[in-house]
């Protein structure tokens, strides 16, 4: 086939790659890779406002567990994009970022949106690409997409300059469109051997599979692990579901404010196995794992094994593979029935204490307060949402946190939070985006008042498309995790800058065409969320929350994170 410029290289790159969904806000320095792809397979969602559009590209990388593609134009088009750029990149989301600039001819003579857009992007990226002649466009795809997922997962920028795009190629018939697959399974069998005989001495052990578990695709090997050995599995992050919450032997999320049994199992075990884990301030920077115990760290990226605690045995794996060879090693030392019987006692325990822990959390889950306490709405998502591939999207401060502290994980890659960046405003394209993808699937989305202000707009994309998605706001009418950390440190809230008043969500997107409603009492959250999805429609429900009930996550932030004064 002939290439006879840039932007045909780019459109005939991109669709050999497979790429089948590009997340768009159209720029005039795009309209060579458009006008090329305007017959091809691949389906644009075009947003409101490019953060939204990278936003609904980082949720197709977690989704898929391949890179997204967003595409957006030069200058303001290249700067709204970059929040959640490094949300990606801190949440190791493979993406990849293509944008637009200025000609090579015009730089520096004060073009439209001219600016110096690498520079800027390069230290929030796994890598900075800009190509500079239309015959290797199509080499930079590859480069671009074989980064963004080899070893950890991570955005990758391409930078295209129009003129590069509309430019000619030298030889029509030589420009070549490759194709490189990536298939990273290294493992480290002598060190898969040193675990199964740290396993074999210990009396209190604990797995904790994080999002390295989820792109490895582990969840089989995993599984059959905690079944041949009976230990104790807790998830994080894009990790959670890739063994069920219900599972026996898996005892929900890993996270020292979520009622159950973590903080008991981190603080009595005395050997923790990290899968694809990285110690945070979701961990408390690893305090809250016992001093004594042997700490094991798995992960892609050598680098990441030993950041805040020493470890005692670093294993640079990817996480299915030294999990098949752990159970190859354990099959072959016949000891899988003893290791059972080993450990009985132990989750027994384990079990004893989620039960207390869960108890002492009842009264808030099952609360008839007026206002509303939110974790009575988290507990009526939670019980709504009970098939298996039901998809659960949070956005928020304090919501995020009660609905992490309640939910019940069923299936992996189902399940879709703003992660350790804490970026607020990516809970309504994430919805978007998982329910264009899944259609036959209920997407809920569950967000704070604050949060849902970002991208409001994108309603509008989701009526048009017939995007049938339920989002749940919990409206306390301000800021609350920042408001509430301020009372937890001063003792009093500003309200000058924390306090958003009422402002009927709902109601706003009834006008655009969608279905709203309005929750006061605790016994109509249910109803309400049953009545949205059966309208068929993009719906609202806008329940009032209680202002005045802490999360355990300011708690938390006040004393140790980031609000921490």
């Not at 045909?8 to 997340?23: E, N």
């Not at 017959?39 to 590209?57: G, K, L, N, P």
């Not at 981190?266 to 809250?288: A, K, W």
């Not at 990516?426 to 809920?444: I, S």
Request: charged residues 20%; proline residues 5%.
């Amino acid at each position: 086939m002939e290439i006879k410029t840039g932007g045909q290289a780019a459109a005939q790159a991109l669709i050999k790659h497979g790429v089948d969904t590009i997340f768009t806000l159209s720029g005039g320095h795009l309209n060579p890779i458009y006008v090329n792809l305007e017959d091809s397979d691949i389906r644009y969602f075009d947003t409101r406002h490019e953060q939204a559009a990278v936003w609904m590209a980082e949720a197709y990388g977690r989704f898929k567990r391949k890179p997204g593609i967003a595409l957006v134009t030069a200058g303001p088009g290249f700067t709204n994009a970059l929040t959640p750029i490094a949300s990606a990149m801190m949440a190791c989301t493979p993406l990849v970022l293509i944008s637009g600039c200025v000609g090579l001819n015009m730089v520096d003579k004060l073009d439209l949106q001219d600016m110096r857009q690498q520079p800027v992007i390069e230290p929030m990226v796994k890598k900075a690409f800009v190509c500079h002649k239309p015959d290797r466009v199509a080499e930079f795809i590859d480069m671009a997409l074989r980064e963004a997922i080899s070893g950890r997962p991570g955005p990758v920028y391409l930078e295209l300059p129009v003129d590069v795009l509309n430019g000619a190629t030298n030889d029509p018939n030589a420009v070549k469109i490759p194709v490189t697959r990536v298939e990273s399974r290294a493992v480290d069998q002598a060190k898969a051997a040193r675990l199964a005989e740290l396993i074999a001495d210990a009396k209190k052990p604990v797995l904790i599979a994080g999002s390295g578990a989820w792109y490895s695709d582990a969840g089989d090997a995993l599984t059959e692990l905690v079944e041949k050995t009976n230990i104790p599995v807790f998830t994080a992050s894009n990790g959670r579901g890739v063994i069920s919450d219900l599972h026996p032997n898996c005892f929900g999320g890993a996270s020292p404010i979520r009622p159950g049994a973590s903080i008991h199992a981190t603080f009595g075990t005395d050997l923790c196995i990290l899968l694809g884990f990285r110690l945070n301030l979701n961990t408390m920077f690893g305090e809250v794992i016992n001093p004594e115990a042997k700490l094991v760290q798995v992960d892609i990226q050598a680098e990441e094994i030993g950041r805040n605690r020493p470890v005692d045995l670093p294993i640079h794996s990817d996480i299915r593979t030294l999990l098949e060879e752990l159970n190859r090693v354990i099959d072959n030392k016949g000891n899988a029935g003893s290791l059972k019987q080993q450990f009985a006692d132990w989750n027994d325990e384990l079990k004893k204490g989620e039960a207390e822990s869960l108890a002492q959390s009842q009264p808030m889950w099952e609360s008839d307060a007026s206002p509303i306490h939110p974790m009575r709405v988290s507990r009526e998502i939670d019980n709504f949402l009970n098939r298996e591939d039901d998809i659960l999207v949070t956005d928020g401060g304090d919501t995020t946190i009660w609905m992490n502290i309640t939910r019940t994980m069923r299936t992996a890659g189902h399940f879709l939070e703003y992660g350790l960046f804490g970026s607020l405003g990516g809970g309504l394209p994430n919805a978007n985006a998982a329910k264009f993808l899944f259609p036959e699937k209920r997407v809920l989305l569950v967000t704070g008042d604050g949060s849902m202000g970002f991208n409001f707009m994108e309603y509008e994309r989701a009526i048009k498309r017939g995007l049938s998605h339920v989002t749940v706001i919990s409206n306390d009418q301000s800021w609350g995790m920042i408001r509430h950390s301020q009372v937890v440190k001063l003792g009093r809230s500003i309200d000058s800058v924390t306090v958003l008043g009422n402002v009927e969500y709902h109601k706003i997107v009834e006008s655009m065409g969608g279905a709203g409603f309005l929750v006061t009492e605790a016994k109509d959250i249910r109803p309400a969320i049953e009545e949205a999805f059966a309208s068929g429609k993009t719906a609202c429900v806008n329940v009032m929350v209680d202002q005045d009930v802490i999360s355990p996550g300011s708690m938390a932030l006040a004393q140790v994170g980031a609000y921490k004064m």
